[in-house]
């Protein structure tokens, strides 16, 4: 970007607080004469025309906050306002990337740029023709469809290993890809906005603008705002970083191939270098983590209770009868081990006697049925 001031100039507008932004045909250029390489290499150069107001008394605006004023308050304010102007050329250029991907987020910046075309000529490749927005209301260029072929080279930085593999030698783009660009830039950058004072009224002013929400934010963000109309510094900084935006954007719709733009785009770069080895990491959610504790705790105490009733409740002390041969045995009282023939015998005796005794259960114990008889009769 190129800055450039007439004080002495005369006035385009009678507005103290108006800008104007347009393309330059041909060779035209306001700051880069000295520089044949961008210049060959241009796709389109807009030129920015601006008011700047000259301020004696900073007490009303630095009391200003962020974007509480009116017009009138603003104009009342200005003692005196010149035009200034800014070319902004936009050109071809060949970046070198360095790209890294950690955790599926990628980091990419510029390492280098460069901008050197195969064939020096000294003049622009682009030639642009384009009506005036103000004179004939249209954003209409001629079209030169004779040279839609012919293309422009650019080396390959000499450090860079992306050569594409088709050529080997550089990078190209056609004239027609290149009138193409220039043409849809200009019908988003270029315009104008401005505020005129209406004859013989002192608060009402007239709104007047051309073009898109680019030409809107460019006055009323960079140029008339609360804080760069009284700072001419913050304003050119501010005036750079939008058009870097502009540029910056241009460049990775390109790169990227986005959806609308691959049809006119091949071998726009390639990736060169060595991956690192995949490192498995586990994501862990806290939340999840926690439920799934809490989870493990209740069921932990749950048995835990469990285990606890079964080992002190009633029915552990003594055992089911069916559940085990020997639990008769130990059940019988001394007076039916006795009635029964007093020890172990053949089966054949044991179950003839068995079948002439009359048991009943009395608690934890197995006695006979005439001894319980007997005490109750007592």
């Known amino acids: 970007m190129s800055r450039a001031q007439d004080p002495s100039a005369p006035c385009i507008s009678p507005s103290p607080v108006g800008d104007l932004t347009d393309i330059l045909n041909g060779n035209v250029t306001l700051g880069f004469q000295n520089d044949s390489t961008l210049q060959q290499a241009r796709i ?111 080396k390959s930085p000499g450090d860079s290993s992306s050569d594409p593999p088709a050529s080997g030698e550089g990078f190209s783009a056609d004239y027609g890809a290149m009138e193409e660009m220039a043409q849809w830039m200009r ?102 983590v926690s439920l799934l504790a809490v989870e493990i705790a209740v069921a932990a105490l749950f048995l835990a209770l469990t285990i606890a009733e079964q080992a002190g409740g009633q029915g552990s002390r003594f055992r089911d009868v069916k559940s085990s041969s020997l639990a008769t045995l130990v059940a019988l009282s001394a007076d039916c081990r006795a009635a029964a023939g007093g020890g172990l015998g053949p089966v054949a005796e044991l179950e003839r006697i068995a079948k002439t005794l009359d048991v009943r259960l009395e608690g934890a114990h197995i006695v006979l049925a005439e001894k319980a008889a007997d005490e109750k009769s007592l």
């Open 44 to 154: 389109a150069s807009f030129v920015s025309i601006y008011t700047t107001p000259i301020i004696h008394n900073m007490t009303w605006w630095n009391s200003l906050s962020k974007t509480e004023f009116t017009v009138q308050e603003a104009v009342n304010h200005i003692g005196d306002f010149r035009h200034d102007a800014a070319e902004v050329l936009f050109h071809l250029c060949v970046n070198t990337y360095e790209t890294e991907v950690r955790k599926g987020v990628e980091t990419t910046r510029v390492v280098s740029s460069s901008t050197v075309p195969l064939e020096e000529t000294g003049r622009p490749f682009v030639d642009m023709d384009c009506e005036a927005p103000l004179l004939g209301g249209s954003y209409s260029c001629l079209r030169r469809d004779e040279r839609w072929n012919e293309t422009l080279d650019l």
């Open 187 to 288: 019908s988003y950058l270029a315009g104008y906005v401005s505020f005129t004072m209406l004859p013989d009224s002192r608060k009402n002013f007239r709104f007047e603008q051309y073009g898109g929400e680019f030409l809107l934010d460019l006055h009323q963000g960079v140029f008339f705002g609360p804080h760069t109309m009284p700072n001419p510094d913050l304003r050119q900084t501010c005036l750079r970083n939008i058009y870097q935006n502009v540029a910056t954007s241009l460049t990775a719709l390109l790169r990227a191939g986005r959806p609308g733009v691959q049809q006119f785009v091949h071998g726009v770069f390639n990736v060169t270098g060595t991956a690192s080895r995949d490192i498995p990491h586990v994501r862990i959610k806290w939340p999840w």
